[in-house]
């Protein structure tokens, strides 16, 4: 499935006119593009589940909540939507996002909780050979350009771990996410979804790492 055009068009006059009024008269555009963008993140689930297990799809809200926000613009101008892996062994999550100048495909760990969060540092610290092999591994570094995205990180070391260590780009990072960008004329090609899936299928051997870490004591033994 290729997107069309006028999908594009559509969140490239959003961004210019992000207002209730413009949403309003345009609804029907609305309603017609993200149509469309819904069967195209339907087949990227079923192209998922050909090779991984997909616990749950979610296409995000393009209404923004604007309580707490500088930015009161009332509408997200991107389509997104983020895929679950199944159950508490298959660790990570993928993620799209179709935004004029800006679409992405990516995966990993946004926001870990403080629990998995200080387990993956625990195996940071003690050795780090695994994780980096990840990050040097040709195909990786094909898709990914060889680093882990973090949405925050640290000044410094975090709490209980050695503020000189040689791993300390790692433990600093508050999520480890990897990320592949796109230009607007990849988005409107015919083979941009399969290039979607080649890249969420090039994730495998960082979440089949990760899981394993988070499965598993610093002893490799199994805590599930």
């Known amino acids: ?23 309003s008269e ?19 689930n079923v192209n998922l589940q050909k090779h991984d297990q ?11 909540d604007v309580r707490f926000s500088n930015d009161k613009t009332p509408y997200k101008p991107h389509f997104a939507n983020s895929f679950s892996r199944l159950g508490k062994e298959l660790r990570g999550g993928y993620f799209i ?39 040097t591994d040709p195909t990786y570094q094909h898709y990914f350009g060889g680093t882990f995205e973090s949405l925050e990180e640290l000044k410094t070391a975090p709490r209980g771990f050695d503020k000189d260590h040689p791993e300390l780009d790692l433990l600093r990072k508050k999520g ?17 979804i399969t290039e979607v899936d080649n890249t969420f299928n090039a994730l ?13 004591n610093l002893n490799g033994e199994s805590i599930q």
Do not use: C
């Open 26 to 44: 345009n609804k029907v555009w609305y309603e017609k593009a993200i149509k469309e963008v819904k069967a195209f993140f339907g087949e990227v």
């Open 176 to 192: 480890f996410i990897a990320q592949r960008n796109f230009t607007d004329a990849e988005v409107l090609s015919e083979n941009f």
């Open 54 to 64: 997909i616990e749950n799809s979610k296409m995000m809200r393009i209404y923004r």
């Open 97 to 135: 996002r179709i935004k004029p100048g800006a679409s992405l495909v990516a995966g990993g760990f946004w926001d870990p909780n403080k629990e998995d969060l200080h387990r993956i540092r625990q195996e940071i610290a003690q050795d780090a050979t695994d994780i980096k092999a990840i990050l």
């Open 1 to 23: 499935m290729q997107l069309d055009l006028n999908t594009f068009e559509f969140l490239e006059k959003l961004q210019e006119n992000n207002n209730r009024e413009w949403f």
């Open 204 to 216: 495998r051997p960082f979440f089949d790492l990760f899981s394993d870490i988070l499965t598993t």
